[in-house]
C-alpha cells in the first residue's frame, strides 16, 4: 500500500506499543496488542517491544554513588540492597516481557548493535528479565522442531493439496520466532549461519576446496571448519568418552584431526572414521591415517556410512560427533536414530556403558542462544535416551589471542563451553 497517511499511522502505532513497553504500561499494552503485531521494529535503532521493554530497566549508575565514590563493597557487589522501587519496576518490566511472548514476540530478534532481547538483559545484569527469554526461546524452537516433523493426515495427493494452506498455518504458530533449531549450526556455527550463505550449506562445503593451515581448516569462504583452540575441549572428551586403552570409538567427521590423535594415544582396539570432504581425505592420506593400526576409514557422508555399519553389528565403545555445515536436525537425527544401534550399552571401561559425545558448538555466536539450544539438545537427549552430563569448560580470550585473523566470522562468543557426555538411561 502506498498511501501515506497508513505508513504514518503505522509509524504512530509501532511507536505508541514501543513507547507502552519501555514505560511497561500493561493496559496500554494490551490495548494496542488487540489489533497490532508485537513484532515491530524502529526504524532508526531496531529496537522491537521487548528491547524497549528490557533496556527501560538499565540501572542509574549514579544513584549508587555517594559524594561521588561507589557504593560497592570490595568484591564488586552492591553494598546496599536492591530497594523495594526497584524489586517493584522489575516485576512490572517481567510481565510486560511475558505479555508480550504471548503476543508472539520474537525471542532472537536483532536491533541495530546486533543485540536480542536476551543480550541486552544479560549485558544489564537482569538475570530474571535474562531467563524469561531463554525459556520464551525454548518454547519457541521446540514448536518449530515439533511443526518440522508434522505429517498431515491423508494420502499425498490431499497433503499436497493442501500445502498452501498448511505453509498458512505453520507461518502463523511459528510468527514468535526468527531463526530455528533445525538451522543451527552443528558444529561451532551461527544462528543465523545458514541464511543468505550458501556457502555453510552441505553440499556447497562438501565442494568447496579448503585451506590447511597449522592451527585452522577454512573452507573457500573463509568459514573456519575447525581451529585449533578447540583441543582442550576434544581432550576433555576423549578422557572422559575413552578412560582406558584398548576400547572401540567411532568419529564422525575428522576435520583436523584433533580428536582422532587424541584417541590414538588411547591404544584404542578399533578406530572407526567417518569422513566426507574429499580434500580432508587428502590430507589423511598423506598424514597417514589409513595406515594407523587399528583405523578404519569411512569415505563419505555419516548417513549414508552409518547404516552399513548396523548392519554388519559393529558396536562401540565411545562414539564422538562433531561435522560442519549440518543444521542441528542431523546431529539430533544422528543420536535419537542411530547411535542406539552403534553404542554397546554393555560397553566400556569396566562394563560401565558406551558413551557418546560431540562438539557443542550450536548458537554459540550468541550466549543467549547457546543456552536456548543447550536447554533443548539435554532435551531432545532425554527423549532419546540419554542422561546427559554437562561440564563447564572455561574458554581463554580468543580475540586477544587473534584466532579470529582471517576467519569471515567468529563462531564462538561465550566464555564458557558446555561439554556433553550422555550414556543411556538406566
Known amino acids: 500500500m502506498d498511501d501515506p497517511a497508513f505508513d504514518v499511522e503505522t509509524d504512530l502505532q509501532t511507536q505508541s506499543l514501543l513507547l507502552a513497553s519501555a514505560h511497561h504500561d500493561i493496559s496500554a499494552l494490551r490495548d494496542l ?4 503485531s508485537a513484532n515491530v521494529q524502529d526504524v532508526e535503532t531496531g529496537f522491537t517491544p521487548l528491547h524497549a521493554a528490557i533496556a527501560a530497566c538499565e540501572p542509574d549508575t549514579t544513584s549508587n554513588e555517594v559524594n561521588g565514590q561507589s557504593n560497592r563493597n570490595t568484591n564488586g557487589e552492591s553494598a546496599v540492597e536492591i530497594s523495594e522501587e526497584r524489586k517493584q519496576e522489575l516485576e512490572v518490566a517481567a510481565k510486560t516481557v511475558k505479555l508480550l511472548f504471548q503476543h508472539g514476540a520474537i525471542w532472537n530478534d536483532l536491533d541495530g548493535n546486533g543485540e536480542t532481547p536476551g543480550c541486552i538483559a544479560r549485558r544489564l545484569g537482569l538475570t530474571d528479565l535474562y531467563e524469561i527469554c531463554v525459556d520464551a526461546g525454548v518454547r519457541a524452537e521446540l514448536l518449530l522442531s515439533r511443526l518440522d516433523g508434522y505429517l498431515p493426515l491423508g494420502d499425498a495427493d490431499s497433503a499436497s493439496e493442501d500445502d498452501e494452506e498448511e505453509e498458512e498455518v505453520e507461518g502463523e504458530v511459528a510468527e514468535g520466532v526468527a531463526e530455528d533449531t533445525e538451522n543451527a549450526a552443528v558444529g561451532g556455527g551461527e544462528v543465523d549461519a545458514g541464511a543468505g550463505d550458501e556457502s555453510t550449506l552441505n553440499p556447497n562445503y562438501l565442494s568447496s576446496t579448503l585451506t590447511f593451515d597449522r592451527n585452522r581448516i577454512l573452507d573457500a569462504s573463509a568459514n573456519g571448519v575447525m581451529m585449533e583452540w578447540e ?20 568419529n564422525v567427521g ?6 582422532d590423535g587424541i584417541f590414538q594415544e588411547k591404544s584404542p582396539k578399533s578406530h572407526h572414521i567417518i569422513e ?6 587428502k590430507n589423511m592420506r598423506e598424514n597417514g591415517w589409513y595406515d594407523k593400526p587399528g583405523v578404519v576409514v569411512h569415505e563419505g557422508r555419516w548417513q549414508d556410512v552409518v547404516p552399513g555399519l548396523v548392519e554388519k553389528g559393529e558396536l562401540f565403545d565411545a562414539i564422538y560427533f562433531d561435522t560442519f555445515a549440518e543444521e542441528y536436525k ?33 548458537g554459540a ?14 532435551m531432545d537427549l532425554f ?11 572455561p574458554i581463554p580470550d580468543l580475540d586477544s589471542g587473534g584466532e579470529w585473523d582471517g576467519v ?18 538406566g
Open 383 to 393: 527423549e532419546a535416551g540419554f542422561d546427559t552430563d554437562f561440564e563447564t569448560v
Open 276 to 281: 566426507a570432504h574429499p580434500d580432508v581425505l
Open 365 to 378: 555466536d550468541r550466549q543467549v542462544c547457546y543456552d536456548v539450544y543447550n536447554k533443548i539438545v539435554e
Open 231 to 250: 583441543t582442550t575441549l576434544m581432550r576433555r572428551s576423549a578422557e572422559l568418552l575413552l578412560p582406558a586403552t584398548g576400547l572401540r570409538v567411532l
Open 254 to 259: 575428522h576435520g583436523m584431526g584433533i580428536i
Open 33 to 36: 496488542l488487540r489489533n497490532s
Open 408 to 425: 569471515r566470522r567468529k563462531y564462538w562468543i561465550p566464555d564458557t563451553y558446555k561439554l556433553p557426555t550422555c550414556s543411556f538411561i
Open 330 to 362: 542431523a546431529l539430533r537425527e544422528f543420536f535419537t536414530e542411530h547411535v542406539i544401534g552403534l553404542l554397546d550399552p554393555a560397553g566400556g571401561a569396566g562394563d560401565e556403558g558406551g558413551k557418546f559425545g560431540f562438539f557443542n558448538g550450536m
